[in-house]
């Protein structure tokens, strides 16, 4: 009996301490996989408090607790991980606690934290990875994570103060209010000196928010309840240009922060030249004809001499650029490397350069938060405007700034300081392909025919990639991969095309003649066939026919790689004897953006097809989507209905 009277007020015992645990309360509370039934687990609540000191050295402290609901979510949670750079962080896992289904609480040993050089593609700037391994985990189980971080994630400049930001004094900061599991209740708040005003926004969404005056601090508190993952589009445009997102920022405007990065980069001499730079210079420029001669030539020197793989190089990593001298010698760098290369050159050339900054792949908003991961070039032309260049992106591309880069924003580092600016759209007709051919049907079914491919700007690109970014002794089997993908049959009686090495004198041109046997399905009464231009060869150049058009609307923007302008035009004779009895329709549609224009016509034993397709933009609104759909359609629509003519004996 006593013993019995024992257990019995230990398991009382046990479930007041278990309810009087706010998290076990917090987790019993939280729901379960019913509650959420398309979630692996459920984030029950994310708080970070961030502590600002005045030279704008941060300390962030993460609070996070999880639930699991399926195993997928336990495998999601076995291994804690907290990403860092070291050279401008200091982290830590401090703890992490599990909570078993059935009650049992274990709090892990912090000495088993591994600390691991991060996962690298293309960049290799020594981030690492502070890890704890979690273990097993079951649905219903819970995990506690505290984290904390002293320092930025931003960019390291060449200071020995590692931890603090690149403008001192000063703090900003991006926070996603966005997640790819459902958040019960997400909190941001900052603790800050009064003597720094902090501007922010939010964006994308509403949030609950508080500013209150503790002693010489101001605190500001950002809520934000039930948040859920929301469905991406195809194509759509990135993340954080739709999903809810805070900035925050001390610096007063987009102007402080060009005055700034134009001044730490000429106070570190990152575009002193050398005496082997300026020989270099003199060398690329022998012969050049005029001031956009010479610009083009340096440009396209630096973009395909200076091989794209980021080290630790020391001083001068993140915003601070390179010095010349150090880029010339390794022949390597990241995007700031290849810029910094640029503008050194240029300047030896006796042009007026300077760096600026991009977002590559997302839109910069106007709180004057760090929204860039990208470096560029400028020059200042004679007629006093500013001209963008990009060395990253044009290896091998007959434009100085690539226009795939086309509706992005971008900072100027200039002395007398610049605002946000976006580049302009790229007219389609700077990135044209035309194929145009002539073609037989013999009796049997087999086509006879040749093409020619034109194709300039960014379309000039994409099908010189076949060349350039493969061996001498792959390029024609490259071409020929081209046929083969309309019919396995396909055989090339000739090619010939352009030297893709001498992308700056042409645009790239294919010219090419074939033989397909058994390319016309050919019975007693009829002859089968779809024209070879119009089955979408090089359909690699053809952006816009990847995309799905099954989705009937769309909620979020979309972006397609460039503007861009088609042209399909082939005449194909077929026998005597063959008359037309169903030839695709003729259609036009379309608007000022978007629009499409294409027909089949028969005149004896003449049949011509002609098809124009215009994509105005790289960057489209949902309403544009409707248009851009059908356009899409139209040209697919060309491709999969087969002309039918009748033999008439």
């Known amino acids: 009996m006593i013993k019995k009277i024992f257990f019995l007020t230990a398991f009382l015992l046990f479930k007041f301490y278990l309810f009087a645990n706010p998290i076990v309360d917090l987790i019993n509370k939280a729901g379960d996989a019913s509650d959420y039934p398309d979630a692996n687990l459920l984030v029950v609540f994310d708080s970070t408090k961030v502590i600002v000191q005045e030279t704008g ?89 505290f984290l904390f971080k002293k320092g930025f994630t931003y960019a390291l400049l060449y200071d020995d103060e590692k931890y603090i930001p690149p403008m001192k004094g000063h703090f900003y900061d991006i926070i996603e209010f966005w997640s790819n599991d459902p958040v019960k209740i997400k909190v941001y708040q900052v603790i800050i000196p009064k003597d720094k005003p902090l501007q922010y926004e939010f964006y994308n969404g509403e949030v609950q928010s508080s500013l209150v005056f503790v002693d010489d601090k ?69 012969g050049a004809k005029d001031e956009m001669d010479s610009i083009s030539r340096l440009t396209h020197w630096v ?46 050339a006796g042009f007026e350069s300077y760096a600026a900054m991009t977002m590559a792949g997302s839109r910069i908003d106007y709180i004057p938060a760090d929204q860039f991961n990208h470096s560029i070039t400028i020059v200042k032309l004679s007629d006093g405007k500013y001209r963008l260049l990009d060395p990253t992106w044009v290896p091998f591309v007959r434009e100085l700034w690539s226009s795939r880069e086309q509706q992005q924003n971008y900072l100027m580092g200039l002395p007398e300081g610049a605002d946000l600016d976006i580049t302009p759209i790229s007219p389609p007709e700077n990135h044209y392909l035309n194929i145009y051919g002539t073609s037989k049907i013999l009796p049997d079914g087999t086509l006879e025919g040749e093409f020619t491919l034109d194709a300039e700007g960014q379309s000039d690109a994409t099908v010189r990639v076949i060349f350039t970014y493969y061996y001498k002794s792959q390029w024609e089997t490259n071409i020929e991969k081209e046929l083969l993908k309309i019919s396995p049959y396909a055989q090339i009686v000739n090619m010939d095309y352009t030297n893709p090495a001498d992308y700056l004198s042409t645009p790239v041109k294919i010219k090419i003649k074939y033989i397909i046997p058994e390319y016309a399905i050919v019975t007693e009464k009829e002859i089968i066939f779809t024209p070879l231009i119009a089955s979408n060869i090089f359909k690699r150049a053809m952006y816009h026919l990847y995309f799905n058009t099954d989705l009937e609307e769309r909620k979020y923007a979309f972006r397609d790689r460039c503007s861009r302008l088609v042209e399909l035009n082939e005449t194909i004779i077929v026998p005597e004897n063959a008359k037309s009895a169903r030839l695709p329709y003729t259609k036009s549609i379309g608007n000022d953006i978007t629009a499409f224009d294409g027909g089949i016509e028969q005149e004896g034993k003449t049949i011509k097809l002609f098809e124009k397709i215009k994509l105005g933009k790289r960057i489209y609104e949902p309403k544009d989507w409707e248009m851009y759909r059908k356009v899409v359609a139209a040209q697919k629509e060309f491709a999969e209905q087969p002309i039918i003519l009748k033999i008439e004996n």
């Not at 605190?219 to 809810?244: G, H, L, Q, W």
């Not at 395909?304 to 010339?328: A, K, P, Q, V």
């Open 57 to 145: 050295l941060s300390y962030i402290y993460t609070h996070k607790l999880f639930k699991i609901f399926t195993p997928k979510g336990a495998k999601n949670k076995s291994v804690i991980k907290y990403g860092y750079d070291p050279l401008s962080a200091y982290a830590e896992i401090q703890k992490v606690i599990i909570y078993r289904k059935d009650g049992e609480i274990e709090e892990l040993n912090m000495e088993n934290i591994l600390d691991y050089p991060a996962p690298a593609r293309g960049i290799y700037w020594g981030a690492k990875e502070k890890m704890i391994e979690v273990g097993r985990l079951e649905p219903g189980d819970a995990v506690e994570v």
């Open 303 to 348: 973009a395909d001499e200076i091989r794209y793989s980021g080290i630790s190089m020391g001083e001068g990593e993140g915003y601070t650029l390179h010095n010349g001298e150090m880029n010339f010698t390794d022949r390597c760098g990241v995007c700031k490397d290849k810029a910094g290369m640029l503008i050194t050159m240029l300047r030896a």
């Open 218 to 286: 101001m605190i500001y508190t950002f809520t934000k309840k039930d948040i859920f993952p929301f469905k991406r589009e195809p194509r759509m445009v990135a993340n954080s240009d739709v999903a809810p997102k805070l900035l925050m920022s001390t610096s007063p405007d987009w102007k402080a922060k060009s005055l700034w990065f134009y001044g730490v980069n000429e106070d570190f001499g990152s575009f002193e030249s050398t005496p082997e730079i300026d020989a270099k210079v003199n060398e690329i420029l022998t």
